[in-house]
């Protein structure tokens, strides 16, 4: 396991973890619209994994349930702060 975390800095929160998600949830804390929220398979603690949206969901099922690069040009994976994951993960998970 690799001891080495990832920080990025935040405009609204300052340093944080480094988190992955696809565009279309850094989409979602803009417009507010939850997309849904799916999450990788976790490293051991791991509280973040990357996650991704039901779009992303149903692009990687339908090309075998397996990312690849057209699913992955889909997802458009993009940094975002571990705060806004957090805030992400709430709103998105409430349907
Ligand atoms: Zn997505
Ligand atoms: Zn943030």
Redesign the pocket.
């Known amino acids: 396991m690799s001891e080495e975390e990832q920080f990025?800095e935040?405009?609204?929160?300052?340093k944080?973890q480094a988190t992955y998600v696809c565009q279309h949830i850094v989409q979602s804390l803009r417009d507010g619209k939850p997309r849904g929220f799916w999450l990788a398979e976790a490293e051991p603690g791991d509280e973040r994994p990357d996650s991704w949206c039901n779009a992303c969901e149903d692009k990687v099922n339908s090309t075998g349930g397996e990312w690849n690069d057209e699913s992955e040009e889909f997802a458009g994976v993009t940094l975002?702060?571990?705060?806004?994951?957090d805030?992400a993960k709430e709103m998105n998970r409430a349907n």
């Open positions: 990025v935040c405009c609204t929160h300052g944080q975002l702060c571990g705060a806004c994951y805030r």
